[in-house]
């Protein structure tokens, strides 16, 4: 079985956004960039079914710059067997990234999909949920633990209730939650052989698909500066605050 493995380049998590002077988005300017973090638990567990033997090949899928290449080669480098870079500069929103991703479904057959439950930059949560209604396909979001058999995989999924199982036919898309695992380093030899891996180089065109953006950001603002707290003596003190606050 084939696993389709789509991985973003988004801003560090380590790195506080800072928002441009004129409002008109985040500044992204010598900005350090990574592989969204639930896109690098997703070729985690994908690597994972592939040690177990029950997929034969990853293929890691990055739609964005030309730089999303460093993306893809640490997606390989963790242990993909291939790449597709789908080079646009534009903006892509997750409608056109889901047909994109739904063209390159129709190519490459994959009995899996797993992607990332969001990407930390637009936190849209949207492109697997898109992806499952465009392909016809069903779909385990929020997964905390995946087990394929035969031909379905069942999903523990975290919900305010418990957990929900459930158990999808084959070929699904399942998007993951912080919890499914562990995400390895590479090491530094697969660094190394990650760079003659294959990583084929398309654009939204290839896939007959127009990313032109459908909304439109009208501003981005630094969120309101927290105010410091207060320390009261005791808890008649603290009573009496809140009161005098109005929130008791
Ligand atoms: P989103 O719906 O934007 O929050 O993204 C959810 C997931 O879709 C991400 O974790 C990725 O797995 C995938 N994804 C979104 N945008 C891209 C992109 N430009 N390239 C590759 N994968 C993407």
């Known amino acids: 079985m084939k696993i389709l493995v789509p991985v973003k380049r988004v801003i560090d998590y380590n790195v506080k956004p800072r928002v441009k002077s004129d409002g008109t988005g985040v500044d992204l300017a010598n900005v350090k960039m990574s592989m969204n973090p639930f896109d690098e638990i997703a070729v985690e567990e994908a690597i994972r079914l592939k040690e177990k033997g029950v997929a034969t090949e ?27 870079l789908v080079q646009t500069d534009d903006e892509v929103e997750p409608l056109a990234v889901a047909k994109i991703l739904k063209a390159i479904a129709d190519e490459e057959t994959p009995g899996l999909v797993i992607l990332g439950k969001q990407a930390i930059d637009d936190d849209s949560n949207q492109t697997g949920q898109m992806l499952a209604a465009l392909w016809g396909r069903p779909q385990g979001t929020f997964a905390s633990e995946v087990t394929v058999e035969g031909d379905s995989v069942t999903g523990k999924r975290e919900v305010d209730g418990g957990l929900e199982v459930v158990k999808l036919a084959l070929p699904a898309i399942v998007t993951t939650d912080l919890r499914l695992n562990e995400p390895r380093y590479a090491s530094l030899p697969n660094i190394m052989k990650a760079k003659s891996k294959p990583l084929a180089n398309k654009t939204p065109a290839d896939y007959g698909v127009d990313t032109t953006p459908r909304l439109k950001t009208l501003k981005v603002t630094e969120p309101a500066v927290r105010s410091a707290g207060i320390k009261v003596a005791d808890v008649d003190a603290l009573v009496a605050k809140l009161k005098e606050l109005g929130v008791a």
């Open 58 to 84: 990853i293929v890691a899928v990055s739609i964005g710059p030309v730089k999303a290449q460093e993306t893809l080669r640490t997606a390989l480098a963790m242990g993909a067997d291939r790449a597709i």
